[in-house]
């Protein structure tokens, strides 16, 4: 058993950087790992392999993500047997998102002790409020407003805002349909384009340096971690 959060991060990021060696082919540059609960993120930086970057350059960047979606698929038990293995930790959820033009990925896992704080309102921090504002109207023009917005930061340089309650009936449909890969594929540049056109970066504390996002269709939530660029 790991007996400290640095502990935890450290090994985790050890474990990551191997895992995804051994089944990508080639492991991420640096693997990042905060642990705060109700939450464990996992920021990988300089991640992607020459095919990929082939099929990057041939603007094939579906092809990419899709084979991802079927690797991840594979990893994530793994994952989560792991953590539950070496440092007590219970994943309720696992969601994950990539960004090709910057190489860089993000994992997201839910605490299973955390899912009931998902309920309650996480604690304050400057500009929450304008930040759910932003959240909000980026939504409304993306699908619809909200249900409920939360967010929480995990420390300085990462912020998790959760959604719930924002598909709208056609998104609904295509999800029983079995377009839930194709869904989400589609939703994530549009939503990150929207984000990048808020307010954001006035409110927070420094400008954006990526921006992650998955859904749980299933349960209509999403998150959305942003990553802030170091203060100079």
């Given at each position: ?12 990021a050890s ?111 400057p500009g ?6 932003e959240i ?97």
């Amino acid at each position: 058993m790991m007996n400290n959060i640095q502990s935890v991060q450290s090994q985790l990021a050890s474990y990551i950087g191997k895992l995804l060696r051994d089944h990508f082919g080639k492991g991420p540059g640096s693997v990042f790992v905060s642990v705060k609960n109700p939450f464990i993120t996992i920021y990988l930086k300089e991640f992607v392999t020459p095919v990929e970057q082939v099929l990057i350059n041939q603007d094939k960047q579906t092809n990419v993500e899709k084979t991802r979606d079927y690797l991840m698929m594979e990893l994530i038990p793994e994952i989560k047997e792991y953590l539950s293995a070496n440092a007590g930790f219970s994943i309720e959820e696992v969601y994950y998102d990539w960004s090709l033009d910057t190489k860089s990925g993000m994992i997201l896992g839910v605490l299973s002790e955390g899912k009931a704080s998902k309920e309650k309102t996480w604690e304050m921090y400057p500009g929450k409020e304008n930040v759910h504002k932003e959240i909000i109207r980026m939504s409304r023009h993306a699908e619809k407003t909200p249900m409920y917005v939360d967010s929480f930061y995990l420390n300085d340089r990462t912020l998790v805002i959760m959604r719930t309650g924002i598909l709208v009936r056609i998104e609904k449909e295509l999800i029983k349909s079995g377009f839930e890969e194709e869904l989400k594929i589609t939703k994530r540049p549009l939503e990150k384009n929207l984000i990048r056109k808020t307010e954001l970066e006035e409110i927070l504390p420094s400008s954006i340096e990526n921006i992650f996002l998955d859904w749980d269709f299933n349960a209509d939530i999403s998150f959305i971690v942003i990553i802030l660029k170091p203060n100079k």
